[in-house]
């Protein structure tokens, strides 16, 4: 899949905004929305809260993983156990990417969560180091790192005997494209 395809099924999961307009139910193909009332939270599609957001129709309340401690929670929490926590989201980068670029002043800390977004994505990055050693040592070595691909990014890729080559894009590189 590739990022345009996984920030529109992003853009379909739902979220909270709180309107500034009256409107009736809006009926469309995926389901009926609202009705809105000034200062009352309805959930809608990702899509359409940046659609309302750019006209200044409604303010967009962030998901509750969306958070400063919380973020830093998952860091500690990843330190200590030695291992992954759960993503927050299945498109939580994408999602982050939306609102840290689209609704950034509906978010408390936004410059802040995405220092720790990117410290976050840092830390995983020497945490996948050790499971990338014993890849390229049980595939006897012949990992080619630093490979480009069509749009400049750096991949390591790690070749077997009789496997299809595998592409492993860093968490700093994904971290990069939040900005």
């Not at 309805?42 to 969306?66: E, G, H, S, T, Y």
């Not at 720790?116 to 499971?131: F, S, W």
Request: a negative charge; proline letters at 8%.
């Amino acid at each position: 899949m590739d990022p345009s395809e996984a920030e529109f099924l992003a853009e379909k999961e739902t979220i909270t905004i709180i309107p500034n307009f009256s409107l009736d139910k809006v009926f469309l193909i995926g389901g009926d929305l609202g009705p809105f009332n000034p200062g009352l939270p309805v959930d809608v599609p990702v899509w359409f809260a940046l659609n309302l957001k750019q006209r200044q129709k409604c303010r967009i309340v962030p998901p509750a993983w969306m958070d400063v401690e919380k973020l830093e929670e998952m860091r500690d929490l990843e330190r200590r156990e030695g291992a992954f926590t759960p993503v927050p989201s299945p498109f939580y980068m994408e999602l982050s990417k939306l609102l840290l670029n689209y609704a950034s002043d509906n978010i408390p800390k936004a410059d802040e969560i995405r220092t720790a977004g990117q410290r976050h994505l840092g830390h995983a990055d020497r945490q996948t180091a050790p499971v990338c050693r014993q890849i390229h040592q049980s595939d006897g070595g012949s990992r080619q790192a630093g490979q480009l691909d069509a749009d400049g990014d750096q991949h390591h890729s790690l070749v077997s005997p009789g496997l299809s080559q595998l592409h492993v894009q860093t968490p700093l590189q994904s971290a990069a494209r939040l900005q």
